[in-house]
């Protein structure tokens, strides 16, 4: 895995970065990265989270191809589906799933159904993101196994791995095995392995910043005037990009 050379977040980080949304998340990335924070960070092409109700999912990316519409995969590699569970089984978790289905636009099978669900959460996997279909939408959600994609099917067609453990482009972002994934119904945000040991205080620091100015601001105009809000909402701006500054060097968003 990519963080194999530092050290791994704990438990405790990993289930407080899962605490907060995507966007909380991003605006502490985008203030300790060296990456473009508004080109390289999080999906282009929109998707959809089909479990919004089990809100954001944090883990380390495996990888895998598939395409649907090619019978002859089955038979190129009759062995794939264990050797792939193999792989899979031997990356630590939390993991996220990535699918990159070849056949996109078009639809003509799911990888995900209520039994691949239910065999990667027995092994560690906490959900998905494919850029191909999903189905078993009730089960998937039974078994608390999430999944963002881009659509429903009925069924499964030729889905079978075609490659794993590689880099894979899923609506318009490139992920690595062992990248670290921040997703929810907002997209999912890809972190780069240098800036995952200071994320979640970033993410912190900023979200305590935007409350204890702006929206402390905003929300306590109730006996002021607009030109009195206008001005106690400019004045938090103020302070809210010097506290930035002061932490990372950077005015952030306001």
Not at 108 to 129: D, M, Q, R
Not at 146 to 168: D, E, F, M, S, T
Not at 197 to 222: C, G, H, P, W, Y
Request: glycine share 6%; charged share 30%.
């Amino acid at each position: 895995m990519e963080n194999k050379n530092q050290e791994p977040l704990s438990e405790a980080e990993l289930a407080e970065l899962k605490s907060w949304n995507t966007p909380t998340i991003y605006n502490g990335w985008e203030q300790i990265t060296k990456l473009d924070a508004g080109k390289d960070a999080f999906n282009r092409e929109e998707c959809r989270d089909f479990m919004p109700e089990l809100g954001p999912m944090v883990g380390f990316a495996v990888t895998v191809v598939v395409e649907p519409s090619n019978k002859e995969h089955p038979r190129r590699n009759p062995k794939a589906w264990r050797e792939y569970r193999w792989y899979v089984a031997s990356i630590p978790g939390p993991k996220i799933v990535v699918v990159q289905d070849l056949d996109k636009p078009r639809t003509f099978g799911s990888f995900w159904g209520e039994v691949n669900s239910n065999i990667h959460k027995a092994l560690g996997c906490v959900g998905t993101i494919t850029d191909g279909a999903i189905r078993d939408l009730d089960e998937m959600r039974n078994v608390g196994y999430k999944a963002i994609a881009r659509r429903l099917c009925v069924g499964h067609a030729y889905n079978h791995p075609v490659r794993w453990n590689c880099q894979v482009d899923v609506f318009g972002r490139s992920v690595k095995p062992g990248q670290l994934i921040h997703a929810d119904k907002h997209g999912f945000l890809v972190i780069p392995e240098e800036d995952q040991v200071r994320l979640l205080k970033a993410a912190l620091f900023m979200d305590s910043n935007e409350r204890q100015t702006m929206i402390a601001a905003a929300r306590n105009v109730s006996d002021m005037s607009i030109e009195e809000t206008l001005r106690a909402i400019d004045t938090a701006c103020d302070k809210f990009a010097k506290n930035t500054e002061a932490r990372f060097g950077r005015k952030g968003e306001w």
